[in-house]
């Protein structure tokens, strides 16, 4: 097992959002999180984040980048832990060649090529997501954890997006609003209502109708 | 990006600036300052004319430089930053108190006997006297410098000894001009209605036409009292040769260009001690502006 | 001003504590008015008066034998301090929650760029560092706090996303300095500038800046000389955006070092000796720790010194900065709306910031200088100046805020919208940049005292003037204390009034 939580209770302060929580992840799935906004799925992410950080990226929901730096730094900042201090701040001030050919690739394949040297605090929503998970991608490691990480993204982004993401991090696992691509990418799908748990159950075995339950009132 | 390599970039310079000698260290310079005790400009051009001389006649590189105050002028002496001094009564007695093995080697032939003027404002009224002048009493009185002795101590003294009590209980209002010149400017504009000033720098701005007479006048004269002098410090002998003190001394008495002594103005200098000083000790002692 | 009665009266008819603070404050300052001495006591100021006009109206560029060095100097003393005490600050800031640093970063800013000059004199002498050391010191601490709050300010959003074993210094440069790097960029540009004007006032000192040469030429009636190197030095702050590039200032931080010009060599036994025998009590020095007459006289001394110089100087320092705070608040308020794009045209207001610049840009030190020249020693030259300076200083940041109100198109025109829509809608704003001000006024008041105002100041200078430096530090002390509570005080009408401006640069 990757990731796993037995009858827990999670949530921010002390204050449980999510109850009696039981999951278990083991390598190579590709799970989605599905549910309401504010059910919940954040949190769930958060915790997997906090306990099983150690070799796995992270995708936060409001993208999480330095506006004030480029698209390279903010991309760059996922290898920050591969280098020691000083090469990282060389870097901060000239880009060094070898550095901008591991990153530029990655920040190409998602339709940021010419934005390489730009602030990111020009960029627009979906651009700072797609920064956000180019630097997931350059970071790598056994997972990556990723919250709405195409909700700013058109139907064709969204496959790129997804299809890069399984090629580099063997488990993913994506808290998504979109339930026909849930569907489509993942291998297993979680629900999340009323403060926990409704739906565990592989992607096959359902249908878009079947999940319908889980956004009714 | 751009920003951040100016910060990394004047971070390392600002810690290099940190370790910079910025100092040039003239070893060999003989410096002397004198206390600020006249218009800038004037001192200026005296004592850059005393530095050529002293040049000249000593055969070592003399440089004279300008402070702000009195105090300036003792702290540099203390701190080895000059070497030679031309002190009041006052600041000599203190740069020879605070450096052991110091000496006052030369006076002008005037310091001797020196004398302050008592000074008013024509609204006064009042009329030169032979003693000391009691209805000064409830005017507004400015010294000179806090550190002079001219404008400061010996006024002080015979303010006390007279009236029996501190200046700030007898007069309305107590100022400090800062020097000579600014008392005088200050009692003839009628800032102040009572000054005391030094009589050389009187008798000079006098003759140099800067008094208006109809303005301000003197009304008494202290009794005579050991002034300025040339104190040099005891370590000169070891920073310089053996016989570097007396050479110093011998040059400053044989300076005899009229013009150089005028802008003093003095008639000639004569040799001094530090016991030449003992009055003048024993009155900062006395009103405590030594302890 | 009315009467206290009548404030009272108001007090108790209930208005908004915004007002009644206010009404507390003019009243204070009333009734300080009523103990102070504001006579001008030169018999014929217009005369003087009349000379300085005509100096400044032919200004003498040719009569300051290198004009040029003076300012490339005074530029240097800014740069070398400034960038030190940036550096400083910065370091500082990182460790900013620890008591002890807090509070000695609070003690250091509490002391005058001039007293702390007047310290270093005495160890190290008439050196360049005496002069660096004066404008870094002081500044390290104010731009400690500063950054610190900034930081702490700051959203961090990256901060999550960073790979786990990111190292400190890493995470620090990437995640948290860039998104308050803008912030402290304008900050320290704004340091700069005040770093521009402790510079000159430094001359008065004697290090070779402006005010070196502002003093001979002031005290010798010089006034065109005086009136050329001032219109220099407004020249310089006024384009400061032009000269001071960013790319620029890797060079000027590198070069300045060597334009500060020589001095004497620093001598280690001198700072020996200040450290551990001049601030050393006389009593303590002098007498044997074991006798009981030690302890005596020591507490005779600090006595002496506490009700003697300090109290009396303390009073000064009060009366004459509370008046001062609230003429400078009125004039901040007449002043703003010529700046104000509500109340004039683009060249009215263009004179009005020309007319603002030079106001801010000339420290406090020399107008007051200036002022004492023309009228005399009292309070009220100290008064005048020290509203002009700082009034103009408000003025200008509560003119730029003004613009930002949105009035409705039928609002009225003139006094009816000075008073019925502007003024109400800037005075919470303007009382923030008031309080943030006064405790700068308080530490202006102390050192007005050099130039011979009997506020703390000037018993500093009678003690240095004596060189006792044992007095001198413990005055000094007294000073910082008293600041230290004045600020907090400040700090304590902000937060009840929820008052809080977003600049910090008041």
Redesign the interface.
Same mark, same amino acid.
Request: avoid cysteine.
């Given at each position: 097992m990757l990731f796993e939580l037995a009858n827990e209770d999670l949530g921010y302060d002390g204050d449980a959002v999510l109850h009696g929580i039981s999951i278990g992840i083991s390598k190579g799935e590709r799970v989605a999180l599905v549910g309401e906004s504010g059910a919940g799925k954040s949190t769930l992410l958060s915790v997997l984040q906090d306990r099983y950080g150690g070799n796995t990226a992270l995708i936060p929901q409001q993208a999480g980048l330095v506006r004030s730096l480029s698209v390279f730094h903010n991309v760059y900042m996922g290898s920050l832990h591969r280098h020691g201090a000083a090469y990282n701040l060389l870097n901060l001030a000239w880009p060094q060649k070898a550095e901008v050919a591991r990153v530029r690739p990655i920040v190409e394949r998602l339709g940021l090529g010419d934005k390489l040297f730009v602030p990111t605090g020009e960029l627009s929503g979906g651009q700072q997501q797609r920064t956000a998970i180019a630097r997931a991608i350059l970071q790598g490691g056994d997972a990556v954890l990723g919250d709405e990480p195409v909700s700013a993204a058109d139907n064709h982004q969204s496959r790129v997006i997804l299809a890069a993401l399984s090629e580099t991090f063997t488990t993913v696992v994506l808290a998504m609003h979109d339930v026909d691509l849930a569907l489509e990418f993942s291998t297993r799908i979680v629900g999340i209502k009323d403060g926990g748990i409704a739906l565990d159950a592989p992607a096959a075995e359902l249908t878009r109708s079947g999940l319908d339950f889980l956004y009714r009132k | 990006?751009?920003? &951040?390599?100016?910060? !990394?970039?004047?971070?390392a &310079? #600002?810690?290099?600036?940190?370790g910079?000698p #910025?100092?040039? !260290?003239? #070893?060999e310079t003989f410096?002397f300052t004198a206390i600020p005790d006249e218009?800038? #400009?004037r001192l200026r051009e005296r004592f850059d004319k005393v530095a050529v001389y002293l040049t000249k006649t000593l055969g070592v590189e003399t440089k004279y430089?300008? !402070?702000?105050? =009195?105090?300036?002028a !003792? %702290?540099?002496f203390?701190?080895?930053?000059v070497q030679l001094g031309w002190f009041g009564g006052l600041s000599g007695v203190?740069a020879r108190h605070?450096v052991p093995g110091s000496e006052a080697i030369a006076q002008g032939f005037e310091d001797q006997a020196f004398e302050t003027y008592f000074i008013v404002?024509a609204?006064t009224g009042l009329k030169p006297s032979a003693d000391f002048p009691a209805a000064i009493a409830g005017k %507004?009185f400015t010294f000179g410098?806090?550190?002079s002795t001219s404008g400061r101590l010996m006024p002080e003294y015979y303010v006390r000894q007279n009236f029996k009590a501190a200046p700030n209980r007898i007069f309305t209002?107590v100022?400090?001009s800062?020097n000579h010149s600014?008392t005088i400017a &200050?009692v003839q504009?009628?800032? =102040?209605q009572v000054g005391a000033v030094n009589f050389k720098v009187w008798e000079n701005e006098l003759k140099a036409g800067k008094i208006d007479p109809k303005k301000v006048s003197v009304v008494w004269k202290t009794p005579p009292y050991p002034d300025y002098q040339w104190t040099i410090r005891g370590d000169v002998e070891t920073r310089w040769k053996a016989g570097f003190k007396a050479k110093v001394r011998e040059a400053l008495l044989n300076m005899k260009d009229p013009d150089l002594l005028a802008s003093f103005p003095r008639k000639s200098f004569i040799p001094a001690s530090n016991s030449d000083y003992k009055p003048i000790l024993d009155v900062a002692k006395l009103i405590d502006?030594?302890? | 001003m009315s009467s206290p009665q009548a404030l009272s009266a108001n007090l108790r008819r209930g208005y908004s504590p915004v007002v009644k603070t206010s009404l507390i404050f003019v009243a204070v300052a009333a009734v300080c008015l009523f103990f102070a001495d504001i006579s001008i006591t030169t018999l014929d100021p217009w005369s003087e008066m009349g000379r300085m006009a005509q100096g400044v109206l032919a200004p003498d560029f040719t009569a300051v034998a290198g004009i040029g060095m003076i300012i490339v100097q005074t530029i240097a003393f800014a740069l070398c301090g400034v960038a030190l005490g940036a550096v400083g600050g910065f370091l500082l800031a990182q460790i900013f929650h620890i008591g002890p640093v807090r509070w000695t970063c609070a003690a250091v800013r509490a002391i005058h760029e001039l007293f702390w000059a007047l310290i270093f004199l005495q160890m190290l002498g008439l050196t360049p560092l005496t002069g660096v050391l004066a404008i870094a010191i002081p500044y390290a601490g104010i731009c400690a706090k500063v950054y610190a709050e900034t930081l702490e300010e700051a959203e961090l959003p990256a901060l999550p996303a960073l790979p786990f074993g990111t190292g400190i210094i890493s995470s620090f440069f990437f995640a948290r300095l860039p998104d308050v790097w803008v912030h402290i960029k304008n900050y320290t540009a704004y340091r700069f500038e005040c770093g521009l004007r402790s510079s000159a006032v430094l001359g008065f000192v004697g290090l070779p800046t402006l005010g070196f040469y502002l003093e001979t030429a002031f005290g010798e009636g010089n006034y065109s000389e005086a009136a050329a190197l001032l219109i220099i030095f407004y020249v310089l702050i006024a384009t400061l955006r032009l000269w001071m590039r960013p790319k620029l200032i890797g060079l000027y931080v590198l070069v300045a070092p060597f334009l500060l010009g020589g001095g004497a060599a620093i001598d280690m036994r001198n700072i020996a000796r200040f450290l551990t025998v001049d601030i050393v009590p006389a009593p303590l020095r002098n007498g044997s720790l074991g006798a009981g007459k030690t302890w005596s006289n020591l507490a005779d001394w600090a006595g002496m010194l506490l009700f003697d110089q300090a109290l009396p100087g303390m009073v000064a320092t009060l009366l004459l900065s509370q008046i001062a705070l609230v003429a400078t608040g009125i004039l901040a308020l007449a002043l703003f709306p010529l700046i104000s794009e509500k109340f004039f045209g683009r060249l009215p207001r263009l004179l009005g910031h020309v007319f603002l610049v030079v106001l801010r840009s000339t420290p406090e030190f020399i107008l007051a200088y200036i002022f004492l020249q023309l009228w005399g020693p009292s309070m009220l030259p100290a008064i005048v100046a020290l509203a002009l300076h700082n009034g103009a200083i408000i003025g200008h940041l509560v003119g730029r805020f003004s613009d930002q109100v949105r009035l409705r198109p039928d609002s009225p025109r003139g006094l009816n919208l000075y008073g019925f829509e502007i003024l109400p809608r800037i005075y919470g704003q303007f009382l923030a940049f008031l309080f943030y001000r006064w405790e700068v006024i308080m530490r202006e008041t102390a050192i007005l005292g050099i130039l011979g105002i009997a506020t703390l100041g000037f018993y500093v200078d009678s003690s240095l003037a004596d060189i006792r430096l044992d007095r001198v530090m413990f005055l000094i002390a007294i000073m910082v204390i008293f600041n230290v509570a004045v600020d907090a005080l400040s700090r304590h009408i902000r937060s009840r009034l929820r008052l809080s401006t977003q600049t910090g640069q008041a």
């Open positions: - | 990006m751009n920003r &951040l390599k100016h910060l !990394v970039f004047g971070a &310079l #600002a810690f290099s600036a940190m910079l #910025a100092q040039q !260290v003239l #070893a410096v218009n800038e #400009a430089i300008p !402070v702000k105050s =009195y105090a300036a !003792v %702290t540099a203390r701190n080895n930053q203190r605070l404002h609204s %507004t410098s806090k550190g209002k100022g400090f800062g600014k &200050l504009s009628g800032a =102040y502006l030594i302890s | -």
